[in-house]
């Protein structure tokens, strides 16, 4: 059989290429996705300011949420914290006593960034400050003289070089939302790259100007000559024995820089991974339908080896050596794109804000075996189920069934189809009925797959019943080219399952994932921010806006109130609240006197103006789950993992799954990260116009530098969560979808191919070029049509449930292009690849191609 596997993969080649075609692009996919998850688990960091430092001790940038029991310290979530958590700096003596260390230093950041003309000038991603001590932890090499007293600065080179400064010159320096003058008594040059601006201060002005006063980012150690780093890592860790504490070598380093990289890792890793789940389904059904096709073709050649003796057994074993013989080249030779394919792609998600730039990519040997064996695997299922019935059928009835095959009903098919139907159909009940807002995607995402799954199992039949609704339309318009057209279609209902199979799931895939975004998004935007009133939104890109700011606004003309704006998240620790394990609960900060009025919020009990001081205002649903009421006390876990006692003074409805807790700006903004309010919400009063009214308040922001004035779509809420990631799952399920597509358009080549010899004869006995063109066209445009009414109803039968439960109607939200671009792409390919190989074929003289080789 091996002897005949060779010979078939010669004399067939077409089919055989399509094949290798399939299995190369999916092991392309699985390896890059391979390599984004790779750098999830990993999270290489390389440090750029604490280079220098062999261990950095930092706090850990996760909190544990118990599970159930609050007691239970074993069953607990780590979730990543939405802001910096800060240790002490008394820990530097502790440290220092630690056997192998040669010193100690404490470093700290603050939001600093210098002004030019007005305008900030910041190199990199942001602006820090800090003090000088720690740029030894660089090291960094001066130019000039360290910042002795206050009102000096040193700058780094590249700052200072934008800046157009140089030693000895004056500088303007915004840092908590003031512009002062500096003294450049310095230009440090860093050890390397790096992605953030550098301002370091004396150590009076670094504990004046830092609003986290008596904190630490992180402790940098300096090890002794000849000391094991990997070692003293360890003592270090013994010595400090704090759980909130994390102490990092290597690579991990970077992560007391950029904590934020932390909270990618969360994202990252799911997202490669429903990505990668996705490829290796679509895999699996695209060359199946390939694989299958092929084998099909070849049915009386089967069947004629049958008849001379060859067992089921042999069959089998031959199309399955076949195919490994193409899956192995194809596996090997996928892993090449994948090279370039993964730094791709991980750069579009860094950009797109899903995981911070300062990740390294690492794209180990896992992904380079892990994948070919996937795409092997692939092959292998395929293969299994493609030669299964025609090893098994009778010889004379393959040989009578070798030129139209009309038997395809087996028991697995029709059962397996059932259970996914009913897996689909549960997994709508859940999303319907259990799920709430933004995480009902869970359960809508994998029911797509089941509807897709049950539909291909029994697509033969749908085809077949869907080309006879088709046919009288069809015959109608088109006349004896539509005739032709359906009843091929109709008579040849397998054959065209392999094509319609593709198609329907790419559409599927495609309108399923698109409409399932846009619609959270929508409902992200009106739950989140609808809630908020805003005529313009200011902005601050130099670290946040000073308290008095709001007062100054609400004096300007044309403002009829002015609040300060902070988002941020948290958990509710006591009472203890398990709904929130997975995700934390999202903050909104905002004014106490304008909560009223600028949230637009009504309540169901108490009062928002009361939201002063250490208050809160809760969703009702968070207050039937932890048993509370306005005027009790709650202990509220904020995004720094300290805990606030709060009271609670407000109880307001809100939908399901988009609540958010509300507290005093002041408040929350004091345990973010830059302690700040970075935005301004500002309401007009009645009859002023939008230009008058931002003309008045940039008179009034005209020395807050770096100030943007926008509209209300400015705010930053926990929708931008799934605005950041919306355009790359766009991106990710486009190319699944084009995988798929390229599956359409192998199938159908191959099988407009393998019909030479009918289309010859049809030309012998009178028909035109042009008629079988036609005939061919006509053929394709029912494929298409078929496909994308399959697809649709797989798609609509998921988004129906999931819009009902996310937007309140049945209608997802998006624009119809969307669909009308899917369906357009679908029509395309399938008049492409069936008319140009058609055209080809017609070349051959009728005579010919009527008595080929099948």
Same mark, same amino acid.
């Given at each position: 059989?091996?002897?005949?596997?060779?010979?078939?993969?010669?004399?067939?080649?077409?089919?055989?290429?399509?094949?290798?075609?399939?299995?190369?692009?999916?092991?392309?996919?699985?390896?890059?996705?391979?390599?984004?998850?790779?750098?999830?688990?990993?999270?290489?960091?390389?440090?750029?300011?604490?280079?220098?430092?062999?261990?950095?001790?930092?706090?850990?940038?996760?909190?544990?949420?118990?599970?159930?029991?609050?007691?239970?310290?074993?069953?607990?979530?780590?979730?990543?914290?939405?802001?910096?958590?800060?240790?002490?700096?008394?820990?530097?003596?502790?440290?220092?006593?630690?056997?192998?260390?040669?010193?100690?230093?404490?470093?700290?950041?603050?939001?600093?960034?210098?002004?030019?003309?007005?305008?900030?000038?910041?190199?990199?991603?942001?602006?820090?400050?800090?003090?000088?001590?720690?740029?030894?932890?660089?090291?960094?090499?001066?130019?000039?003289?360290?910042?002795?007293?206050?009102?000096?600065?040193?700058?780094?080179?590249?700052?200072?070089?934008?800046?157009?400064?140089?030693?000895?010159?004056?500088?303007?320096?915004?840092?908590?939302?003031?512009?002062?003058?500096?003294?450049?008594?310095?230009?440090?040059?860093?050890?390397?790259?790096?992605?953030?601006?550098?301002?370091?201060?004396?150590?009076?002005?670094?504990?004046?100007?830092?609003?986290?006063?008596?904190?630490?980012?992180?402790?940098?150690?300096?090890?002794?000559?000849?000391?094991?780093?990997?070692?003293?890592?360890?003592?270090?860790?013994?010595?400090?024995?704090?759980?909130?504490?994390?102490?990092?070598?290597?690579?991990?380093?970077?992560?007391?820089?950029?904590?934020?990289?932390?909270?990618?890792?969360?994202?990252?890793?799911?997202?490669?991974?429903?990505?990668?789940?996705?490829?290796?389904?679509?895999?699996?059904?695209?060359?199946?339908?390939?694989?299958?096709?092929?084998?099909?073709?070849?049915?009386?050649?089967?069947?004629?080896?049958?008849?001379?003796?060859?067992?089921?057994?042999?069959?089998?074993?031959?199309?399955?050596?076949?195919?490994?013989?193409?899956?192995?080249?194809?596996?090997?030779?996928?892993?090449?794109?994948?090279?370039?394919?993964?730094?791709?792609?991980?750069?579009?998600?860094?950009?797109?804000?899903?995981?911070?730039?300062?990740?390294?990519?690492?794209?180990?040997?896992?992904?380079?075996?892990?994948?070919?064996?996937?795409?092997?695997?692939?092959?292998?299922?395929?293969?299994?189920?493609?030669?299964?019935?025609?090893?098994?059928?009778?010889?004379?009835?393959?040989?009578?069934?070798?030129?139209?095959?009309?038997?395809?009903?087996?028991?697995?098919?029709?059962?397996?189809?059932?259970?996914?139907?009913?897996? !689909?159909? &549960?997994?709508? +009940?859940? /999303?319907?009925? =259990?799920?709430?807002? #933004? @995480?009902?995607? $869970?359960? *809508?995402?994998?029911?797509?797959?089941?509807?897709?799954?049950?539909?291909?199992?029994?697509?033969?039949?749908?085809?077949?019943?869907?080309?006879?609704?088709?046919?009288?339309?069809?015959?109608?318009?088109? !006349?004896? &080219?539509?005739? +032709?057209? /359906?009843?091929? =279609?109709?008579?040849? #209902? @397998?054959?065209? $399952?392999? *094509?319609?199979?593709?198609?329907?799931?790419?559409?599927?895939?495609?309108?399923?994932?698109?409409?399932?975004?846009?619609?959270?998004?929508?409902?992200?935007?009106?739950?989140?921010?609808?809630?908020?009133?805003?005529?313009?939104?200011?902005?601050? /890109?130099?670290?946040?806006?000073?308290?008095?700011?709001?007062? $100054?606004?609400?004096?300007?003309?044309?403002?009829?109130?002015?609040?300060?704006?902070?988002?941020?998240?948290?958990?509710?620790?006591?009472?203890?609240?398990?709904?929130?394990?997975?995700?934390?609960?999202?903050?909104?900060?905002?004014?106490?006197?304008?909560?009223?009025?600028?949230?637009?919020?009504?309540?169901?009990?108490?009062?928002?103006?009361?939201?002063?001081?250490?208050?809160?205002?809760?969703?009702?649903?968070?207050?039937?789950?932890?048993?509370?009421?306005?005027?009790?006390?709650?202990?509220?876990?904020?995004?720094?993992?300290?805990?606030?006692?709060?009271?609670?003074?407000?109880?307001?409805?809100?939908?399901?799954?988009?609540?958010?807790?509300?507290?005093?700006?002041?408040?929350?903004?004091?345990?973010?990260?830059?302690?700040?309010?970075?935005?301004?919400?500002?309401?007009?009063?009645?009859?002023?116009?939008?230009?008058?009214?931002?003309?008045?308040?940039?008179?009034?922001?005209?020395?807050?530098?770096?100030?943007?004035?926008?509209?209300?779509?400015?705010?930053?809420?926990?929708?931008?969560?799934?605005?950041?990631?919306?355009?790359?799952?766009?991106?990710?399920?486009?190319?699944?979808?084009?995988?798929?597509?390229?599956?359409?358009?192998?199938?159908?080549?191959?099988?407009?191919?393998?019909?030479?010899?009918?289309?010859?004869?049809?030309?012998?006995?009178?028909?035109?070029?042009?008629?079988?063109?036609?005939?061919?066209?006509?053929?394709?445009?029912?494929?298409?049509?078929?496909?994308?009414?399959?697809?649709?109803?797989?798609?609509?039968?998921?988004?129906?449930?999931?819009?009902?439960?996310?937007?309140?109607?049945?209608?997802?939200?998006?624009?119809?292009?969307?669909?009308?671009?899917?369906?357009?792409?679908?029509?395309?390919?399938?008049?492409?690849?069936?008319?140009?190989?058609?055209?080809?074929?017609?070349?051959?003289?009728?005579?010919?191609?009527?008595?080929?080789?099948?």
């Amino acid at each position: 059989m091996t002897y005949l596997a060779w010979r078939t993969l010669r004399y067939r080649k077409l089919a055989f290429i399509a094949t290798f075609i399939a299995v190369f692009f999916g092991v392309a996919l699985i390896v890059a996705c391979g390599g984004l998850m790779e750098t999830g688990i990993r999270l290489a960091v390389p440090p750029q300011r604490l280079a220098a430092a062999d261990v950095v001790v930092s706090g850990k940038q996760t909190y544990g949420v118990p599970k159930k029991d609050p007691q239970d310290t074993k069953n607990i979530k780590s979730v990543p914290l939405a802001e910096r958590y800060w240790i002490d700096p008394g820990l530097v003596s502790k440290i220092q006593g630690v056997p192998g260390v040669e010193r100690a230093v404490a470093e700290s950041s603050f939001a600093a960034t210098v002004v030019r003309n007005g305008a900030p000038v910041i190199v990199g991603t942001q602006s820090l400050g800090h003090g000088w001590e720690s740029a030894q932890l660089g090291p960094y090499k001066l130019d000039g003289q360290p910042p002795a007293q206050a009102g000096q600065v040193v700058l780094d080179r590249a700052v200072a070089k934008l800046a157009r400064v140089k030693v000895g010159d004056r500088v303007d320096v915004v840092v908590g939302g003031v512009a002062s003058s500096y003294e450049v008594t310095g230009i440090a040059a860093p050890p390397g790259e790096v992605s953030q601006s550098a301002l370091f201060f004396s150590g009076d002005d670094e504990r004046r100007l830092n609003p986290h006063t008596g904190t630490s980012d992180a402790i940098g150690v300096l090890a002794k000559p000849g000391t094991d780093v990997a070692a003293l890592r360890d003592r270090i860790e013994r010595t400090l024995a704090d759980r909130k504490l994390v102490v990092l070598a290597g690579d991990d380093r970077g992560a007391a820089e950029f904590p934020e990289a932390v909270g990618g890792q969360a994202q990252l890793i799911p997202l490669s991974g429903v990505f990668a789940g996705m490829t290796v389904f679509v895999a699996i059904f695209v060359v199946a339908s390939t694989l299958g096709l092929s084998v099909q073709q070849r049915q009386k050649e089967i069947a004629l080896l049958r008849s001379i003796g060859a067992t089921p057994r042999q069959i089998r074993t031959m199309v399955r050596r076949e195919a490994l013989v193409v899956a192995v080249g194809a596996a090997i030779l996928g892993c090449a794109p994948g090279v370039f394919l993964g730094p791709l792609l991980y750069h579009i998600v860094s950009d797109a804000g899903v995981i911070s730039p300062v990740v390294e990519f690492h794209q180990g040997f896992v992904p380079y075996l892990a994948a070919p064996a996937i795409g092997i695997f692939a092959a292998m299922v395929a293969a299994y189920v493609a030669g299964r019935r025609p090893s098994k059928i009778r010889p004379t009835a393959g040989i009578a069934e070798a030129a139209v095959q009309r038997k395809w009903v087996s028991w697995p098919r029709v059962v397996f189809s059932i259970l996914f139907f009913a897996a !689909g159909f &549960a997994l709508i +009940l859940v /999303t319907a009925i =259990v799920m709430q807002g #933004a @995480v009902a995607s $869970a359960t *809508a995402g994998p029911a797509v797959m089941c509807w897709a799954i049950s539909i291909a199992l029994i697509s033969p039949g749908l085809t077949r019943l869907l080309a006879g609704v088709l046919s009288l339309p069809v015959r109608a318009f088109f !006349g004896l &080219a539509g005739y +032709l057209g /359906t009843v091929n =279609v109709r008579t040849r #209902a @397998v054959r065209v $399952a392999s *094509a319609v199979t593709p198609i329907m799931l790419a559409v599927a895939l495609a309108v399923a994932n698109f409409y399932l975004q846009t619609t959270q998004n929508e409902a992200a935007e009106r739950y989140y921010s609808d809630n908020l009133r805003a005529d313009l939104v200011l902005s601050s /890109t130099t670290g946040g806006f000073p308290a008095e700011t709001v007062e $100054a606004l609400r004096s300007a003309p044309g403002v009829e109130d002015a609040s300060a704006y902070v988002t941020s998240a948290g958990w509710i620790n006591k009472p203890y609240d398990g709904s929130h394990v997975e995700s934390p609960w999202p903050l909104q900060g905002v004014s106490g006197a304008s909560a009223a009025s600028i949230t637009g919020v009504r309540t169901s009990a108490g009062n928002l103006g009361d939201l002063r001081g250490d208050t809160v205002a809760l969703p009702e649903v968070a207050g039937k789950n932890v048993g509370v009421g306005v005027g009790d006390q709650i202990t509220l876990r904020l995004g720094d993992r300290s805990a606030v006692d709060l009271r609670v003074v407000a109880l307001y409805p809100a939908k399901k799954g988009f609540e958010t807790i509300l507290l005093p700006a002041d408040l929350l903004a004091a345990h973010s990260t830059t302690g700040l309010s970075r935005q301004i919400l500002v309401t007009a009063t009645p009859g002023t116009s939008r230009d008058a009214l931002t003309a008045s308040l940039r008179e009034k922001v005209a020395g807050h530098p770096g100030t943007m004035i926008e509209g209300r779509d400015a705010i930053t809420t926990f929708a931008e969560r799934t605005k950041t990631q919306a355009w790359v799952n766009y991106l990710l399920v486009a190319l699944v979808a084009g995988y798929t597509m390229i599956s359409v358009a192998n199938t159908l080549i191959v099988a407009t191919a393998g019909r030479r010899r009918e289309l010859g004869m049809q030309r012998l006995i009178g028909a035109t070029r042009k008629q079988a063109l036609q005939m061919l066209s006509v053929e394709a445009g029912m494929v298409a049509i078929i496909g994308v009414v399959l697809g649709t109803i797989a798609s609509v039968a998921t988004l129906l449930p999931f819009s009902i439960v996310v937007l309140g109607r049945p209608v997802p939200s998006g624009p119809i292009w969307i669909y009308l671009a899917v369906v357009a792409g679908a029509a395309v390919l399938s008049f492409a690849a069936t008319v140009l190989p058609g055209r080809r074929v017609m070349l051959t003289r009728p005579a010919e191609a009527a008595v080929a080789v099948e």
